[in-house]
C-alpha cells in the first residue's frame, strides 16, 4: 500500500477511535472504569486527540506539498470570506460555549460531565445558536476548505468532513435522549451547519410586509 494510503487508514482510525471514545456505551465504560477519576476524562480526551492529531497534519502537508486547487485571481476572495466567517462563528460561539468546559477544566474542579458546551444544564438557543445548531462545527467546515489544497488535502478534508457529519448526527441523538421535544423543536426551528431556515423566516417576513 502506498504512503498516501496508510495516511487515509490513519485518519479514518483517528476519526473512528475520537468517536468511539465519546460514545455513550464507551462513556459508560469508562465511568465505571474510573470512578472518581472519570472527571480528568474529557481532559485527557482533549489531550490525547490533540497529541494524535498534530503528527497526522504534518506527514500530510509533507507527503504531498504542491496545491492543486490554488484560489487565484478575484478567487482568492473565497477563502478570505471563508476563514473571516469561521473566525466570526468561533468567537460567536465562544459567548455561549463554555472553553473550561470543552477543555475538561471545568469537568475536572466539579467532577461533573454536562453534554453541553455551555457547562449548564439548561437548552440555550440563543445569539448565533438561533442560527445553526452547531456554529463552531460550521466554522471547522469552513477553515477545512478556504484554502489552497493538495490533492492528498481533499482527500484528508472529505474524510474529515464525513466525520464531522457523522458525529454531528451522532451528537444530535444523544441531545434529544437529553432534552426531548425541547431539542426536537429546536432541530424543527434551526439549522444545524447552515442557517436555511433562519434566511427563509426573514424572507417570509420581507414579502408578508409587503
Not at 478567487?75 to 466570526?88: E, S, T
Amino acid at each position: 500500500m502506498s504512503a498516501e494510503g496508510l495516511l487515509l487508514m490513519a485518519w479514518t482510525l483517528w476519526c473512528a477511535l475520537h468517536s468511539l471514545l465519546i460514545a455513550n456505551s464507551s462513556m459508560a465504560f469508562q465511568r465505571r472504569l474510573l470512578g472518581r477519576g472519570f472527571r480528568f476524562q474529557r481532559a485527557a480526551y482533549v489531550a490525547f486527540s490533540l497529541v494524535t492529531l498534530i503528527p497526522l497534519i504534518q506527514v500530510t502537508k509533507g507527503l504531498d506539498p504542491e496545491p492543486v486547487l490554488v484560489w487565484t485571481g478575484l478567487g482568492r476572495l473565497v477563502p478570505a470570506v471563508g476563514l473571516a466567517l469561521a473566525a466570526l462563528l468561533f468567537i460567536a460561539g465562544g459567548r455561549h460555549y463554555s472553553a473550561g468546559q470543552f477543555l475538561g477544566l471545568a469537568q475536572w474542579r466539579s467532577g461533573t460531565n454536562s453534554r453541553l458546551l455551555s457547562g449548564g444544564s439548561a437548552l440555550d438557543t440563543s445569539g448565533v445558536l438561533g442560527l445553526l445548531r452547531h456554529p463552531w462545527y460550521t466554522a471547522t467546515f469552513l477553515l477545512l476548505w478556504s484554502r489552497n489544497l493538495t490533492a492528498l488535502e481533499i482527500q484528508v478534508n472529505g474524510l474529515l468532513s464525513i466525520y464531522l457529519v457523522v458525529g454531528t448526527l451522532l451528537e444530535e441523538r444523544k441531545l434529544v435522549q437529553e432534552f426531548g421535544d425541547r431539542y426536537l423543536d429546536y432541530q424543527r426551528r434551526v439549522s444545524m451547519f447552515v442557517p436555511w431556515k433562519w434566511l427563509r423566516a426573514r424572507m417570509a417576513m420581507i414579502r408578508n410586509a409587503r
